[in-house]
């Protein structure tokens, strides 16, 4: 396989510098932004989830977004914007999974900066497996290659992924 970690390293970084994520990063953020922020991944995850198999992606966090947006006393799914994804095949599949499943990675850092600022403050999607994530990533890699039958639609499906976050977080909505 691949290293598609050192192939998309960019992307990456640019996910990590769109406004409200490095307002997350680096505890710059009320909670009043906090929610806006949960709304964002909420509209974008439940949209890449909902084109994802089961079967493929059996451990789906969007629940766990909701359960934290509901905690704060905001949840109107007819209010929060989502969008259409075409996924081409299953290995372009596997990519966006694995953009979900390393996110769960950042997640704890980022759990642990929500704390920081605001204990009361619900971190259930960042926070997911939490101690076991590590345990869980390295099953999950190395069970991946044995999935992936076209490498070069894999690396198409996380660049993809990638994308679709920047440009989610990269424009303002109301």
Do not use: A
Request: hydrophobic share 35%.
């Amino acid at each position: 396989m691949v290293n598609i970690k050192e192939q998309t390293i960019k992307l990456h970084e640019q996910l990590e510098q769109q406004p409200l994520l490095k307002k997350l990063s680096t505890g710059d953020f009320d909670k009043g932004l906090y929610i806006e922020i949960l709304k964002r991944f909420y509209g974008v995850i439940i949209s890449i989830e909902n084109s994802i198999d089961d079967e493929i992606f059996p451990n789906k966090r969007g629940e766990l977004l909701k359960e934290d947006l509901k905690e704060l006393d905001f949840f109107d799914s007819e209010r929060i914007e989502t969008l259409d994804i075409s996924i081409s095949n299953l290995s372009e599949m596997l990519g966006f999974v694995y953009v979900l499943e390393g996110s769960r990675n950042g997640g704890i850092y980022l759990c642990k900066i929500i704390k920081e600022k605001d204990s009361s403050l619900p971190c259930r999607y960042f926070y997911g497996m939490g101690e076991k994530t590590r345990e869980y990533w390295i099953g999950f890699m190395g069970s991946l290659p044995s999935k992936i039958d076209d490498q070069k639609s894999f690396s198409s499906g996380v660049e993809k992924c990638y994308q679709i976050l920047i440009d989610w977080f990269s424009y303002e909505r109301s």
